[in-house]
Nanobody, 114 residues
Framework: QVQLVESGGGLVQTGGSLRLSCAVS????????MGWYRQAPGKQREYVAT???????HYADSVKGRFTISRDNAKNTLYLQMNSLQPEDTAVYYC????????WGQGTQVTVSS
């Protein structure tokens, strides 16, 4: 069973930065595409960014140019560098293999104040 532990969230002012981490266990991390997803209050969980096993990245239009997803296969860890944060980025952030995965971690709260 996959285990996902997200960390690195917090309270930041508009324009600030945060780096999220996700420790993954229970699967062979290096052979799985991974992604970051977020859920704002009252909204459905949405895709933020994904990274393939080969390191190719894709981003939602809302974060393109501001967020960078990366992975360290030696550490079984996924990262999300978030720059130029905006209030609309406020959400709980999750990592997983895809948006329709059955098992989710607890997420990490990101709050951007205006």
């Amino acid at each position: 069973q996959v285990q996902l532990v997200e960390s690195g969230g917090g309270l930041v002012q508009t324009g600030g930065s945060l780096r999220l981490s996700c420790a993954v266990s229970g699967i062979i991390f290096s052979v799985n595409p991974m992604g970051w997803y977020r859920q704002a209050p009252g909204k459905q969980r949405e895709y933020v960014a994904t990274i393939t096993t080969g390191g190719s990245t894709h981003y939602a239009d809302s974060v393109k140019g501001r967020f960078t997803i990366s992975r360290d296969n030696a550490k079984n860890t996924l990262y999300l560098q978030m720059n130029s944060l905006q209030p609309e980025d406020t959400a709980v952030y999750y990592c997983n293999r895809n948006l329709h995965s059955a098992d989710w971690g607890q997420g990490t709260q990101v709050t951007v104040s205006s």
